[in-house]
Each structure stands twice: as C-alpha cells, then as structure tokens.
C-alpha cells in the first residue's frame, strides 16, 4: 500500500526537525564525546528499539561508511554483555534506552552515570540526537518510506 511522502514537506513543516540534526551536526564538531561515529550509533540503536527499517537502513551504511564495524553495530542490541564498547559509548546507550524506552522517565541514578560521560550540555545535546531520531524513527513507521536504497550523506 502506498502512503503519503510525507518528506516532501522537508521545506515546511519538517524545517525545525532538519535544521535540529545540522545543529546537533554541529555541536558534535564542537563536542569531542558526541562526535559523528558515537552519534550513528545511537541512532542505530534507538532505531533498532523502535523497529525502524528504514533509519536502521540509513544508519548502518553511514555508522559503516565512517568506519563502524558490522560486529559492533550488531552488538548494540546486547551492548551491555559484550566488550566492544567504551565507557562512554555504554553511556551513550544506556541514555539512549533510557530516553526511548521509559518515556523520558529517567531515574536518578542512571542520571548519573550518564552525565558522568557527558557533563552539562553535551547531555542535552545527546538528549536532543535521541529525542530528534525517535521523531524521525515513528515518522518512517507511520509513512514507510521504501527501504534498500539509502546512499550514504543522501539526507545531509
């Protein structure tokens, strides 16, 4: 069945949302704990929560075209029982759970932890990369757009 391309609105009402990625963009170049590689991902794995075929498309070939391995990336859904990745990028994760899976609900004590690896507005700015790719992430799941053909640096 075919749905409405709903990206065809990228010059209206979608704006705010792609001008919120260049920011964040930005601000990993500013951040060197949010850099572009940590930033993938995470949407990789928040796409993965949500189902998302087409961003866990779009997202393994950019994570893999800047260097992520198909081991790692495939570990992220039990990052938490493998070795592959860092202090920080297990924090980055367990936000990104925290953040898609609980509603926002965040205790206290994975607060900590988190900001532990990402203090004052890097915290945000991570917050921001997970709140804009669970916008993204039920979007493509309301609209389906086709999945297979993304080419890398295509949306930005």
Same mark, same amino acid.
């Given at each position: 069945m075919s749905r409405f391309p709903y990206q065809q609105l990228f010059n209206s009402l979608l704006t705010p949302l792609v001008q919120l990625e260049q920011q964040l963009q930005q601000c990993s170049q500013a951040h060197p704990q949010l850099s572009f590689p940590l930033l993938e991902l995470v949407r990789y794995r928040v796409?993965?929560?949500?189902?998302? /075929?087409?961003?866990i498309d779009?997202?393994?070939?950019?994570?893999? &075209?800047?260097g992520e391995s198909e081991? #790692? !990336?495939?570990? +992220?859904?039990?990052? #938490?029982? +493998?070795?592959y990745y860092s202090a920080q990028e297990c924090a980055a994760l367990e936000w990104a759970e925290a953040? +898609?899976?609980t509603e926002g609900r965040v205790d206290d004590e994975t607060y900590q932890r988190v /900001?532990?690896?990402?203090?004052?507005?890097?915290?945000? &700015?991570?917050? !921001?990369?997970? +709140?804009a790719i669970n916008s993204w992430?039920?979007?493509?799941r309301a609209f389906k757009s086709p999945v297979g053909g993304y080419q890398v640096g295509s949306l930005g």
């Open positions: 796409s993965s929560l949500n189902g998302c /075929a087409f961003c779009m997202h393994s070939k950019e994570a893999r &075209h800047h081991q #790692r !990336l495939y570990g +992220t859904q039990v990052w #938490r029982d +493998t070795p953040l +898609t899976l /900001a532990a690896h990402f203090p004052g507005e890097s915290l945000v &700015h991570l917050s !921001l990369a997970i +709140t992430n039920r979007l493509e």
